[in-house]
Nanobody, 124 residues
């Protein structure tokens, strides 16, 4: 099974920066995309940024120009550089992987895997 481990969250002042990391492990066959979602209290989880295996990226309008997603394919790790953080960025950030793993001798079906989440809190 695939496991995702996030790190880098914490308390940061408005206007500051953080870098989130998410390392995927397991018997991975292929990764179609990895991304970051966030969920604020009382709100639905929503997409923040996604990057495909080929390097194409997509961002939520609220973070364009401030956040940058990148990936180290060799390490199966995705990063999210967050700059000019705002109070409204406060949320739990979840790493997502969409891909396939080796199921015995054949690739398994494409599935979504989620990390446990890392809290990002903006302070004044």
């Amino acid at each position: 099974q695939v496991q995702l481990v996030e790190s880098g969250g914490g308390l940061v002042q408005a206007g500051g920066s953080l870098r989130l990391s998410c390392a995927a492990s397991g018997n991975i066959f292929s990764i179609s995309a990895m991304g970051w979602y966030h969920q604020a209290p009382g709100k639905q989880r929503e997409l923040v940024a996604v990057i495909t295996g080929g390097g194409s990226t997509n961002y939520a309008d609220s973070v364009k120009g401030r956040f940058t997603i990148s990936r180290d394919n060799a390490k199966n790790t995705v990063y999210q550089h967050m700059n000019s953080l705002k109070p409204e960025d406060t949320a739990v950030y979840y790493c997502n992987l969409h891909g396939r793993w080796w199921d015995d001798a054949r690739p398994g079906k494409e599935e979504d895997y989620w990390g446990q989440g890392t809290q990002v809190t903006l302070s004044s």
